[in-house]
């Protein structure tokens, strides 16, 4: 067995060995501890709104602290965990490894980014202690109110717009691995589905992020120097703001799906035991994916006006985003098909992504038409459906990838039983948490409100208690994972008998990836 | 198949020439994007306010304007000379280009600050009181050009002292003819800083 990397400190030691590497393994982990770290935050912010919703009034906070609330959730949950979340951290330690190439093709770039990731952490939470107060405007810093409130709007702009910088850094240098430091006979078709789903992500990171940088600019300087862009009274136009925030924030789900569809991909083969169905048709809806959702950012303004025109464009285009996506399912579900299923912890995660994702997929095209769309605008029908796309789709893919690449990472075994159990009270918590909230949208109980009348307190009382039961799993789960690398069972090289590349190399990885560069014969899938 | 296993070995343990310059175009890709944003602004309210965009338009002073256009442009041959001239390995001329390259771009910033003082002595500002009399698209036209060409003016700062950079890499012959990328993508950024320029200068100076 080779020295592993945790072993191999380079040039610098202790703490230093870590915040000054440019392995591209101990920049994943940086990303994923503070990745895992936000999401904690994030959790936080979100069961106390669900606290304060138990009973409808005041019940622990008063209104201005709720609005900074979920203010500051959003920002958090999707700026620094779930955008970042499987690409950044995942995304870095298993990307060179399965194409077989012994870092990125920046490594000191790589560093630099984690280092803007977290100065807009420390910004974004820094706002909570600002003078002014946490922002309340929401994630998505609409104007005018944007401008005209006091609360500390353009610190938290300021690290929304750092934080696009790590992400197109992260995504030239992806793109970049990827043409250039394929392993010799490692052909575009013999790569892992995450690699694919990496390299759409990539793209959508650096055409859509200048736009967010650009537009947080702006509203720095409208809070700062009045330039009016967004300003009625000065001639500007509020809609405009919206269209290039969108503009970005659209493509930027995509952001957070995409590699959540890679490690779908990866793990449905495995653990069935028969090589992926369709490969090309996932590998080609990821880069489809990546393409149309780029044009589909009206729809998040059907109710702000626009055109009959725009209207019923930004429409179709956005149910024809549906075709990609069913592909996907279609060809994961006929990957199972008469495989020898062997129903581990990560698969659980993934099976669950997929009901949880298709659950929030079909609601999604409910969204997608104009009438619908205008009926439940703004309302908790929204709020349930990205819930159940991005924390049961994403999120899911998330904890799915934290149980399948464990082994390799940490080189042990978590206790599976414990894993299981967290999965089942996670699945649960999650459904009891947000289906009420499609319930409640459709019958008319808006998104943003800290009270709400009477006829809605049942819901409410159910989906708070959901909120408990799914921190309860979550932290079943992280338990497990803490524990497990000290005194799990030795993994081994390849417990899963995966195919793809890291599963060839011992647990944890050698310093260096490979000894000598591997020669590929093979696709990644192909199990004999 | 060997040969193909060798060259990949070099990429890895040396330098990759195509990977770094595949990562530049694709950051001078978000940079366009950057300024994409900020066209799409001008756009829209050049069409809601034809008019005013046009008599606002005619206050700028469009001879400083044109000599700043050609110091830029002047300042792009330059840099290309530099380039070219490392390549075939004569630092002279290549520290010479760049060092002519970096004045160009002082020269720039400098004609572009009196400019703005100008406009600003004029209390032509976002902000100050003699605006809220103006019409609201003429309000728009200069927070645009302000914004806009503010935002150049970080871009040609940031190159200058990159450049500086590249000039005592290249004196300390870190940059030579065999390994002159660095310098080629400073470049690259070089005539972005250009290229973005040129549709300023006709959309506030020429279109009146």
Not at chain 1, 140 to 160: E, N, R
Not at chain 1, 437 to 444: C, T
Not at chain 2, 99 to 121: D, M, Q, R
């Amino acid at each position: 067995m080779q020295t592993s990397f945790y072993v191999a400190h380079g040039r610098f030691r202790g703490i230093f060995s870590w915040i000054l590497s440019t392995d591209h393994k101990r920049i994943g982990l940086l990303y994923l501890c503070s990745i895992l770290s936000f999401f904690i935050v994030g959790v936080t912010l979100g069961l106390l709104m669900r606290l304060e919703l138990f009973a409808p009034g005041r019940t622990i906070m008063d209104a201005q602290t709720y609005n900074a609330l979920f203010s500051l959730h959003g920002i958090v949950m999707i700026f620094l965990f779930i955008i970042p979340a499987i690409n950044a951290s995942f995304g870095n330690f298993f990307l060179p490894l399965q194409i077989g190439a012994r870092d990125v093709a920046f490594p000191r770039i790589n560093l630099l980014s984690w280092y803007f990731y977290i100065t807009a952490g420390i910004l974004a939470i820094s706002t909570l202690f600002a003078p002014g107060g946490p922002p309340d405007a929401g994630w998505t810093f609409y104007t005018p109110y944007s401008i005209i409130t006091t609360t500390s709007v353009s610190l938290a702009a300021f690290a929304a717009f750092v934080v696009g910088f790590s992400s197109i850094l992260t995504g030239l240098n992806f793109i970049t691995t990827i043409h250039r430091l394929r392993a010799p006979g490692m052909t575009w078709f013999r790569m892992p589905l995450f690699v694919w789903s990496v390299y759409a992500t990539s793209w959508v990171q650096i055409l859509a992020t200048p736009v967010l940088a650009i537009v947080m600019l702006l509203l720095i300087f409208e809070r700062m120097f009045g330039v009016g862009f967004f300003d009625p009274a000065k001639g500007g136009d509020p809609l405009m703001f919206q269209h290039l925030f969108w503009i970005y924030s659209h493509p930027a789900v995509y952001v957070m799906i995409l590699p959540a569809m890679g490690v779908i991909s990866d793990i449905i083969p495995v653990f069935s035991r028969r090589t992926i169905f369709g490969y090309k048709a996932i590998a080609f809806s990821s880069m489809t994916i990546a393409g149309v959702g780029y044009v589909v950012w009206g729809h998040h303004m059907f109710a702000s006006g626009m055109s009959e025109t725009a209207r019923w464009l930004f429409s179709f285009l956005t149910f024809i985003v549906a075709i990609p996506s069913g592909i996907k399912v279609f060809n994961w579900v006929a990957t199972l098909y008469r495989g020898s299923i062997i129903l581990g912890t990560p698969l659980l995660y993934s099976l669950s992504f997929i009901f949880l994702f298709s659950i929030g997929g079909l609601t999604g095209l409910m969204n997608a038409a104009v009438a619908t769309n205008l009926h439940i605008h703004d309302t908790y029908f929204i709020v349930a459906h990205f819930h159940y796309v991005m924390f049961g789709g994403a999120g899911f893919a998330f904890f799915a990838a934290l149980h399948y690449w464990y082994p390799k990472i940490t080189g042990r075994l978590y206790d599976e039983t414990t894993a299981r159990v967290a999965w089942l009270i996670v699945f649960i918590g999650f459904n009891v948490l947000y289906f009420p909230m499609f319930i409640l949208g459709w019958q008319g109980m808006p998104r943003r409100y800290f009270d709400y009348p009477l006829e809605f307190t049942n819901a409410h009382m159910i989906s708070t208690i959901g909120s408990w039961i799914l921190a309860t799993g979550i932290v079943i789960m992280f338990v497990n994972l803490v524990l497990s690398a000290a005194r799990g069972r030795n993994a081994g090289n390849n417990p899963w008998g995966g195919a793809t590349l890291e599963w060839q190399v011992s647990s944890p990885p050698p310093a260096h990836n490979f000894e000598e560069i591997p020669q590929i014969s093979k696709g990644p899938y192909d199990f004999n | 198949m060997e040969a193909e296993r060798t060259e990949h070995l070099n990429q890895e343990q040396q330098r990759d020439y195509t990977g770094s310059k595949m990562g530049m175009w694709l950051f001078l890709y978000t940079e366009f994007l950057l300024f994409g944003g900020l066209f799409l602004l001008y756009s829209v309210y050049r069409t809601r306010y034809v008019e005013q965009f046009h008599t606002a338009a005619a206050t700028l002073d469009t001879v400083l304007g044109a000599v700043n256009t050609v110091v830029l442009i002047t300042s792009s041959l330059t840099m290309a000379v530099s380039v070219s001239a490392i390549r075939k390995g004569d630092r002279k001329l290549s520290v010479s280009a760049l060092f002519l390259t970096i004045l160009f771009g002082c020269g720039f910033l400098v004609i572009k600050f009196f400019e703005w003082k100008a406009k600003i002595a004029h209390g032509l500002f976002p902000g100050a009181l003699e605006m809220f009399e103006l019409p609201q698209g003429e309000v728009i036209f200069y927070s645009l050009y302000y914004v806009i060409t503010g935002m150049h003016g970080l871009h040609v700062l940031v190159g200058v002292v990159v450049l500086l950079g590249m000039l005592t890499l290249l004196m300390r012959k870190k940059i030579n003819e065999k390994d002159f990328i660095k310098l080629e993508n400073t470049g690259l950024y070089w005539h972005l800083v250009d290229i973005v320029w040129i549709y300023l200068f006709p959309f506030f100076y020429l279109l009146t």
